[in-house]
Nanobody, 126 residues
């Protein structure tokens, strides 16, 4: 499997924008799920947004309307554009991929994903 490599994290003030990238996110499977997770210190890993093999997307309530997940198949890259960032968005952000149609009913389940990146840190200050 091609390793996933995240980039684009950094420090930004509240209200700012960051764009994360995940290289190597091409999937050989017909049905798959490509997802961004995040984990703040001492908290559980939380699913943020997913894009399915049919290009439909789904978001956690906490980021809906602010974050946009997208992918560029030609570049094998998954993106997460984060607008109007808040201090509570501060976390280590991971990309993950998994095969199967679980993305339609169980996309938030971290145990369904088989490939993970190492994470990129996002810090939002007031």
């Amino acid at each position: 499997q091609v390793p996933l490599v995240e980039s684009g994290g950094g420090s930004v003030q509240a209200g700012g924008t960051l764009r994360l990238a995940c290289e190597g996110s091409r999937s050989p499977y017909v049905n798959y799920c490509m997802t961004w997770f995040r984990q703040a210190g001492g908290s559980e890993r939380e699913a943020v947004a997913a894009i399915r093999s049919d290009s439909s997307t789904v978001y956690a309530n906490s980021v809906a309307g602010r974050f946009i997940i997208s992918r560029d198949n030609a570049k094998n890259t998954l993106y997460l554009t984060m607008n109007n960032l808040r201090p509570e968005d501060t976390a280590l952000y991971f990309c993950a991929t998994g095969a199967g149609d679980f993305c339609y009913s169980n996309w938030e389940n971290r145990w369904r994903y088989t490939s993970w990146g190492q994470g990129t840190q996002v810090t939002v200050s007031t």
